[in-house]
C-alpha cells in the first residue's frame, strides 16, 4: 500500500516547472519552483511543521497547548495543517489588507483569526505583532512561534528547499530568486546552495514601500523608505531575525502593478495559477535575468503561493482597473479589434432555414461558440452552443429542428469608436456577442474572446 501517515507528510518535494513563455528574449533556463503543490498551497507548510515540531523537541510545546501567530495567511494556514495533525489549538492575528480568502482559509481550518489595522508602526499595541505578543503572554500552554525571527523558519528551508532544488537541478543551479518578507526561504535555500556551490548567486524581491533594499546596499535602516503598498506577503517595515543580508547577493524592488500585471502572464501564458507575490518574484527575477544571465545558466525562482487566495484582487478585472493596473493597449475600440484580429474578416453566419445538425457541423468546424442568423442579406437572429445544448438534453429531436425555431434575437450592432470598457459592458451571459458594421458596410463579430485578446494582448 502507498499512503501517507497524514497530510503533512505531503509537505514538500514540489516541483520545478520551466517557464516557456513569458521569458522570451531571455538567455538561459528559468525554472519556477511551484509551492503550491504543498498540502496547504503554499511554500509555508514547511516552515509551520517546523516551528511546531522544534517547539515540541525544545519541551515549548506540550499536548493541547495553543499556537499563536501573527501571519498574513499562508503560516497561518501551515501552522494549522501540523496543529490539526497534532492536536494542537490556533489562534492567528493578521493585518486588514490581506485577503478576505486568506482569512475564510484559516477559520475553516478551525482557527481563531483576529483581524488588526495594517497602517500603524510594528510597535503599536494594535499591530497585528504586537497583538500575538500579548494573547502569547496572557493564554497558558500558547507559543508565540513568531516566523519573524524563529530561526527555525530559515532551517525549514536549508532542509528541505534547498537540497529539492540542488538535487532537482542536478546542481547546476546559477541563480536563485526568491520574494523576501521574513526572509527564511531565501536565507535558508541560499545558505544551503551556496553551500553546494559558493558560485550560486541569490536575488532578493523586495516591494516598494519596504526596508530591504536600502539597508542591503547603505546599512541604514531609512523609515523613509516606509509607506503602504498593497503586494502581500513580502517587503517589511522591520529587520527580521531570518533575513540574513550576507547571503543575500543584490535585491531587486518591484511595484505593486508590475508584480499583479506578472501575475496574470503567468496564469495566461504558462499556467501557473499563481499568487500575487509570485507576479513580484518573477518580475523580478525577469529584470535581473535579462541584464545578467547567460547561455547554460540556470535560474530558480519560488512562486510561494496559489492564485485563489486573489480571485477578489489580482485576478479581478474591475479591481484591477479600480487600482489603474489594467491597462488598455493599442487594441482600444472596436475598430482597433477588428483591424487587429486574426483569421478571415467575413462575418460567418447560419442561414434561419439550415438544421440545428448542420448548426453544430458549423460550430464544430470554426471552434466557436455562438453565431449570427441570417436571412438572405438580413441578420435575423442568433445562436449560441449553450442554448442548443440545453434544447437537445430536453429533446434530441430538436436536430431536426431549422435554426429560425429556436434562434435569439440578433447580436446588438455597435459603433466602431466604442472602447473595450464599453464592449465588455454590453457583453453579458445574454448577449453573447456584438457586431460593428465597418467603413466598406461589411459587418464584424466581436465576442468576450477578442475582447480578452484586446485587454492581455
Ligand atoms: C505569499 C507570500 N509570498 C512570499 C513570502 C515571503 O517568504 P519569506 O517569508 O520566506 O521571506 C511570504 C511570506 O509571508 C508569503 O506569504
Redesign the pocket.
Known amino acids: 500500500m502507498k499512503y501517507y501517515n497524514s497530510i503533512i507528510d505531503t509537505i514538500g518535494g514540489t516541483p520545478l516547472i520551466k517557464l516557456n513563455r513569458v521569458t522570451k528574449g531571455i538567455k538561459g533556463t528559468v525554472l519556477a519552483k511551484v509551492e503550491y503543490f504543498n498540502p496547504g498551497n503554499?511554500?509555508?507548510d514547511r516552515?509551520g511543521r517546523k516551528m511546531i515540531e522544534d517547539a515540541e523537541r525544545q519541551g515549548l510545546l506540550k499536548p493541547g497547548g495553543t499556537i499563536i501567530e501573527g501571519?498574513?495567511?499562508?503560516?497561518g494556514m501551515g501552522l494549522a495543517l501540523t496543529a490539526i495533525t497534532k492536536g494542537y489549538k490556533c489562534i492567528f492575528t493578521i493585518s486588514d489588507k490581506q485577503s478576505q480568502e486568506k482569512i475564510n482559509i484559516l477559520r475553516a481550518l478551525g482557527a481563531e483569526v483576529v483581524v488588526c489595522p495594517t497602517n500603524v508602526s510594528p510597535e503599536d499595541p494594535r499591530s497585528y505583532y504586537s497583538v500575538a505578543r500579548k494573547l502569547n503572554a496572557e493564554i497558558p500552554n500558547s507559543i508565540y512561534p513568531n516566523?519573524y525571527d524563529n530561526l527555525s523558519?530559515t532551517a525549514a528551508?536549508y532542509e528541505t528547499t534547498g537540497p529539492e532544488i540542488w538535487q532537482d537541478t542536478d546542481g547546476k543551479i546559477t541563480h536563485f530568486a526568491?520574494?523576501?518578507?521574513?526572509?527564511?526561504?531565501?536565507?535558508?535555500v541560499a545558505k544551503y546552495l551556496k553551500e553546494q556551490n559558493s558560485e550560486v548567486i541569490s536575488i532578493g524581491i523586495d516591494t516598494y514601500g519596504s526596508v530591504f533594499k536600502k539597508y542591503k546596499e547603505t546599512g541604514i535602516f531609512d523609515e523613509n523608505e516606509v509607506y503602504p503598498y498593497l503586494t502581500?506577503?513580502?517587503g517589511e517595515d522591520i529587520l527580521?531575525r531570518?533575513?540574513d543580508f550576507g547571503l543575500i547577493d543584490s535585491f531587486v524592488k518591484v511595484t505593486d502593478k508590475d508584480a499583479a500585471v506578472m501575475t496574470r502572464r503567468l496564469a495566461r501564458e504558462e499556467g501557473l495559477f499563481v499568487?500575487?507575490?509570485?507576479g513580484?518574484?518573477m518580475f523580478g527575477a525577469l529584470e535581473y535575468a535579462r541584464q545578467h544571465l547567460k547561455e547554460g545558466d540556470v535560474m530558480v525562482v519560488?512562486l510561494?503561493?496559489h492564485g485563489t487566495?486573489y480571485l477578489n484582487k489580482v485576478y479581478n478585472d474591475t479591481w484591477m482597473k479600480d487600482h489603474g493596473f489594467l491597462e488598455l493597449r493599442s487594441f482600444s475600440t472596436a475598430r482597433d479589434i477588428i483591424r487587429h484580429r486574426n483569421g478571415g474578416s467575413k462575418l460567418l453566419t447560419v442561414d434561419q432555414n439550415t438544421t440545428i445538425a448542420e448548426a453544430i457541423k458549423v460550430f464544430n468546424k470554426a471552434g466557436i461558440s455562438q453565431l449570427p442568423v441570417s436571412d438572405g442579406e438580413q441578420i435575423v437572429g442568433s445562436i449560441n452552443d449553450n442554448t442548443i445544448l440545453n434544447l437537445l438534453i430536453e429533446d434530441p429531436h430538436t436536430r431536426e429542428k431549422a435554426v429560425r425555431e429556436i434562434m435569439g434575437k440578433p447580436f446588438m450592432f455597435v459603433g466602431l469608436d466604442n472602447t473595450v470598457d464599453a464592449l465588455s459592458s454590453l457583453i453579458d451571459k445574454e448577449n453573447k456577442a456584438l457586431l460593428v458594421r465597418d467603413e466598406t458596410n461589411q459587418i464584424h463579430i466581436i465576442t468576450q474572446h477578442d475582447l480578452l485578446m484586446a485587454l492581455t494582448n
Do not use: F, L
Not at 526568491?178 to 535558508?188: D, E, L, N, P
Open positions: 503554499s511554500v509555508k516552515i501571519t498574513s495567511g499562508n503560516t516566523q523558519n528551508h526568491a520574494g523576501v518578507g521574513t526572509g527564511g526561504t531565501i536565507s535558508g502581500e506577503g513580502i527580521p531570518n533575513v499568487g500575487w507575490s509570485c513580484s518574484a519560488i510561494p503561493d487566495r
